[in-house]
């Protein structure tokens, strides 16, 4: 059974910094691109950011550029997230997401997205 496990969620004061991981397990996703996403208490859940499978190509919310960074060993998994300067808006459930397209990824259809994780939570406070 395929499985994306995060980790790293916490408590952080505002203008500090969480690096969140995503570990693999039941395949390989060295094809795939990843992604993270977050929902806030209230709100529908938004793309974050996305790194193609080569590790080249990163993609990131407007939201957060600038600020968070993903990244990934190609050679093997976890993807990180490391996120910098947080704000009490970045609060939320941070979700690691795989497919094959990362046009898919990207894409408002998130539904269409072959595999999540189960989320961390991340809470800044003010």
């Known amino acids: 059974q395929v499985q994306l496990v995060e980790s790293g969620g916490g408590l952080v004061q505002a203008g500090g910094s969480l690096r969140l991981s995503c570990a693999v397990s039941?395949?390989?996703?060295?094809?795939?691109?990843m992604g993270w996403f977050r929902q806030a208490p209230g709100k529908e859940r938004e793309f974050v950011a996305a790194?193609?499978?080569?590790?080249?190509?990163?993609y990131y919310a407007d939201s957060v550029k600038g600020r968070f960074t993903i990244s990934r060993d190609n050679a093997r998994l976890p993807v990180y997230l490391q996120m910098n300067s947080l704000h009490p808006e970045d609060t939320g459930i941070y979700y690691c997401a795989a497919d094959l397209s990362i046009a898919t990824l990207m894409g408002s259809a998130t539904d269409g997205i072959s595999y999540w994780g189960k989320g961390t939570l991340v809470t800044v406070s003010s």
């Open positions: 039941g395949r390989t996703f060295s094809t795939y691109a």
């Open positions: 790194i193609g499978w080569s590790g080249v190509n990163t």
